[in-house]
């Protein structure tokens, strides 16, 4: 069950909302647990006992961590168990046929039989319920949050469907009170609604119909410098629109709920660096890789080399994250890379005026760590990569001239003007102050942009929810006239 379908829309949700705001504050928490387990088991029944099974062990690693006392030896030890069997589990069912594959391949080119493994199937959310324990025996360990006696709230903090298959990554120290005491108000409700309706236009309107056209180009067998820049170009939007779309249902869901989770996205790509981009992308994860990878190896406090590496070593396990695929670890190797480098020179990562040369080299830095990231194998990426930089030929081939459709372009278009539109208010809204001595003025008319946002001006507020709530119908319609389009980060 995925959030952009009618079961869930107009049987799944309006059913558990039902329930919930019927039942007493004090079965609430069990009601969102079964409910959960409902919606994962409605994709796989088998897989919700391995989904159970993790729920458990963490829980009593949890309590065991906890009686042993903060960072003491046995403390340490009951963690490195827990951690152990939860990344072999990770280990099992994400990279056991890509490590089998890579073998099976060194074997065959020196005449050796291959290995004979059952393809192994990947449950949906695992990354995200995997990192999400973990994190929580890690902070119990850290005397960063308790260990909980409460099974129902716990099972419910890793199964809590709005975030389940595919973020933000929750950690149960920021959301303990909110399972205990948590406020459920008309207008906590109505913001959930609106911000759902926003996130669903994202990924049906926007991110729908962009995926066409990505998946077109990269298709291509011989694509002309057009088309890999159209289709790279596509996916960037693409991928913005469907992850920060589910993030935005995730979020609205949540306030539903009366639960308020953390943001996930803040207009990355107004970025003026790498290190920027990975403050306002994917926020619950980086900072996530921050806490308990980049952290725990060290950090900075071990030198300047020891400070590169360990950047490098965490974007490098980030892009594995992602997936079983050498692709992913090419993609995390760049943006690793880049991160050390940016580090190396001081560059200032938090730049209080906007600078279009460093931001025009930052948005090429991501969309060029997008067409590896997006290409099924290293094949498909240099053959985008020969084709974008060859610049022989920037019209596009007759076979995307004939499919590609007046809407695509608009499409285009109008994600590209949203993102520099939101990108641009944020940054003059949000921007650093400046040092001591110097007068950071907004552009012309960037204070017209913050009132007609802000709560000065009410018949604005009104406007964008009444045109909000007509485009959420109207994606309703192209959602049930449209094939079937899953999330994209579903598959990690």
Known sequence: MVFSSNVFL???????LGLYYLSGQRYRNLLLLIASYVFYAWWRVDFLALFAAVTLWNYWIGLKVGAA???????????????????????????????????????????LEPFILTHVLLPIGISFYIFESISYI??????????????????????????????????????????????????????????????????VFIADTLAV?????????????????????????????????????????????????????????????????????????????RDYLYITLGGNRKGTLTTYRNLFLTMLLGGLWHGANITYIVWGAWHGM?????????????????????WALTFL??????????????????????????????????????????????????????????????FYRNRPAAPQGTAAKPPRGGDSLVLASGAVAVWPRYAMRALVLLLFLASILKLSAQSFSPFLYFQF
């Open 10 to 16: 107009f049987l799944f949700l309006p059913i558990f």
């Open 69 to 111: 006392g903060v960072r003491t030896k046995p403390a340490q030890r009951w963690l490195l168990l827990g951690v152990g069997v939860d990344l072999c589990i990770l280990g099992y069912f994400k990279y056991a046929n890509f490590g089998v594959d890579s073998i099976n391949a060194m074997m065959t080119s020196v005449g």
């Open 138 to 203: 890690i902070d119990v360990y850290r005397g960063d949050t308790p260990a909980t006696r409460n099974l129902i709230d716990f099972a419910a903090f890793v199964a809590i469907f709005p975030h389940l298959i595919a973020g933000p990554v929750l950690r149960f120290r920021d959301l303990a009170d909110q399972f205990n005491h948590r406020t459920h108000t008309l207008d906590k409700f109505s913001e959930g609604c609106t911000r759902f309706m926003q996130g669903f236009i994202k990924k």
């Open 213 to 289: 056209v990505a998946d077109h180009c990269f298709a291509l067998q011989n694509p002309t410098t057009g088309d890999a820049w159209l289709g790279a170009l596509a996916y960037t939007a693409q991928l913005y629109f469907d992850f920060s779309g589910y993030s935005d249902m995730a979020i609205g869901l949540g306030l539903m709920m009366g639960f308020r989770f953390m943001e996930n996205f803040k207009q990355p790509y107004i970025s003026q660096s790498i290190t920027e981009f990975w403050r306002r992308w994917h926020i619950s994860l980086s900072t996530w890789l």
């Open 338 to 358: 880049w991160l050390a480098i940016e580090k190396a020179i001081g560059l200032n990562t938090s730049p209080h005026r906007f600078n279009p040369i460093r």
């Open 365 to 426: 830095l991501v969309v060029m760590g997008w067409v590896i990231f997006r290409a099924e194998n290293l094949h498909v990426a240099g053959r985008m990569y020969g084709a974008m930089f060859s610049f022989s030929d920037w019209s596009l081939s007759e076979l995307n001239r004939a499919s590609l459709t007046g809407l695509q372009v608009a499409t285009l278009v109008v994600a590209y003007a949203t993102l520099a539109f939101f990108g641009l208010r944020d």
